[in-house]
């Protein structure tokens, strides 16, 4: 990890939790202690209460960009 980095979990819609190092910038405070990370929305799914976004970079888990996670 470099020092313009920070250590990110996300939880899936599987209940399964990933883990990746992202940029700084890419992190915004939501007031609520909760940080939100600048993803690129792929998809949505209404009905499933479900989005897959694109990650700015790979999860150690997975070492894929891609991910579904909870609307």
Do not use: C, W
């Not at 470099?2 to 405070?29: C, H, M, P, W």
């Not at 609520?32 to 799914?45: A, F, I, K, P």
């Not at 897959?52 to 150690?60: A, H």
């Amino acid at each position: 990890m470099f020092s313009d980095e920070l250590s990110v979990s996300i939880e899936l819609v599987t209940g399964n939790r990933v883990s990746l190092f992202a940029d700084k910038n890419l992190l915004k405070d939501d007031g609520n202690g909760n940080s939100l990370l600048e993803t690129m929305l792929v998809s949505e799914d209404i009905e499933l209460k479900k989005q897959t976004v694109l990650l700015p970079t790979e999860t150690f888990e997975t070492a894929s960009r891609y991910v579904e996670v909870h609307l």
